[in-house]
């Protein structure tokens, strides 16, 4: 094995803080077959003495490429049995029913169903193989689509338990540790198709960069740790300016003189984090409110609910409360999806809801369904099996939907736009959401994959409505 590529490894995950000496760890390498992966494991286990953590392998045969997958998985379970890696092959069937158009995304998610389980049966981190052309790949994807300097720092090194020790390679170089050490690999044929952006991108676009610059796809990465860097390093000042300035009181409210006399950037990025935790932090809002705090006076609305006013030397969040019959703004923000044991719900916003759980028997099957109803159903263990930590609440920064039928994932302040959703009704619409993704829309229905099929044990029907009587509401949310 190349040594040099070795010690570049070992030096990444030292630095980065990704591994350390001497520390317990039960690590799992995410498998494919690839020469991205084998390359991971390879690297892995001449890393091991270093390190001393205990190694193990994970592999996910998605069951979407039939023949191809089953070779793929039985290419992994030979390796690992031949490198003396233990190994665990997890199935789609195990962890849920694909749906009728599963993709990319979808596959993805079933790794990550994957990968907790493996965590709560004992794996500290998940070590996956991300490589620096994957980090070029991402961050050319995000900046054709609009992105700020968050965005601009690509893939980080560690997400929570899930570790990136080749992000300092590119694919060449993990190509070569295999050849090095006489390894083979198994090549996914869905990578030679252009259906998807990223492999438009991966076949086009990086050559046309690298035959004007060899180093392209290193000098893409670097410049996404400098981007993760620098935004690290804004944020955590933003933050010390807004502690600086804060007030003390109930209502938020800061010193106008400390966030006048910061950098411009510093002001940017410490407003955007006002905004954000109460709506899309477009840049319209951002530089709103940076005009209203230079000038000393004015105000931002950004909800219905909240605004921000400068005056008297002081910047203050405000939260007015909606005059409606039944003092919706009681209510909370959000609450927990639990249709086995309280199955009604309410809102801030005046909304009330109900989540049933329907046996998919033959009557239920056949009974004749409104179209509306149709819509607002889903397969309740598909739901449960892919995502965790449900509730129900309203929109929030960075949240993504993906219409039934439409097979593409978009930012939901985009889709609230496009569907024409009444702006008094954005900021309260109840959803269902798995963090940032969100698999119900009140008005909508239920993210595309999610609709029950003849598998189906347990339907999820869940709708709601909007308690005032005003005309334009109800229309919209029935």
Request: hydrophobic fraction near 40%; aromatic fraction near 6%; glycine fraction near 8%.
């Amino acid at each position: 094995m190349d040594t040099a590529i070795l010690a570049r490894v070992e030096d990444f995950c030292i630095r980065e803080g990704l591994l350390q000496p001497g520390t317990p760890l039960q690590l799992a390498a995410a498998v494919s077959g690839g020469a991205d992966s084998m390359a991971l494991l390879l690297l892995l286990r001449q890393l091991q003495p270093r390190f001393g953590y205990t190694l193990s392998a994970c592999h996910v045969n998605h069951g979407l490429r039939g023949q191809s997958a089953d070779r793929d998985e039985a290419f992994v379970r030979a390796e690992c049995a031949r490198l003396g890696v233990p190994l665990r092959v997890f199935h789609a069937a195990e962890l849920a029913s694909p749906p009728a158009h599963a993709g990319e995304d979808w596959a993805r998610r079933l790794r990550y169903t994957a990968f907790a389980q493996m965590q709560g049966q004992g794996i500290d981190a998940i070590a996956t193989a991300h490589t620096a052309n994957d980090q070029a790949e991402t961050l050319l994807l995000r900046l054709a689509r609009g992105t700020g300097l968050h965005g601009a720092g690509g893939i980080r090194p560690r997400r929570g338990c899930y570790l990136r020790p080749l992000l300092c390679l590119s694919r060449a170089e993990t190509e070569a540790v295999c050849r090095a050490a006489g390894q083979t690999w198994v090549t996914d044929e869905t990578n030679d198709t252009d259906a998807y952006a990223r492999n438009r991108l991966r076949h086009s676009a990086l050559p046309a960069l690298e035959s004007t610059n060899a180093a392209a796809v290193q000098n893409l990465a670097r410049f996404c740790e400098k981007a993760a860097r620098a935004d690290a390093y804004l944020a955590a000042g933003a933050a010390k300016l807004l502690a600086a300035a804060r007030l003390p009181g109930a209502e938020p409210a800061w010193q106008l003189l400390p966030l006048q006399a910061a950098d411009p950037l510093l002001l940017e990025t410490a407003l955007h984090s006002l905004v954000a935790p109460v709506r899309d932090a477009e840049e319209k809002y951002v530089q709103l409110l940076c005009a209203v705090v230079r000038q000393g006076s004015g105000a931002v609305q950004l909800t219905g609910q909240v605004r921000f006013c400068a005056g008297n030397g002081c910047l203050r969040q405000e939260t007015l409360l909606q005059a409606l019959p039944r003092q919706p703004e009681c209510l909370p923000q959000q609450v927990p999806f639990l249709p086995e044991k309280q199955p009604e719900f309410r809102l801030r916003g005046g909304w009330k809801g109900k989540a049933e759980l329907l046996k998919a028997d033959f009557e239920e099957k056949i009974q004749v369904v409104h179209k509306k109803d149709l819509k607002n159903r889903a397969d309740y263990a598909r739901i449960t099996t892919l995502y965790t930590s449900l509730v129900l609440r309203a929109r929030q920064p960075g949240d993504r939907f993906r219409p039934a039928g439409r097979g593409l994932s978009k930012p939901l302040r985009k889709w609230m736009n496009e569907a024409g959703v009444p702006n008094e009704l954005r900021d309260t619409l109840p959803l269902l959401a798995s963090g940032s993704e969100i698999l119900w829309v009140c008005g909508e229905g239920f993210a595309d994959g999610l609709a029950p099929d003849t598998e189906s044990r347990w339907i999820l029907h869940l709708d709601a409505e909007i308690e005032t009587q005003e005309e334009k509401t109800n229309e919209y949310a029935r």
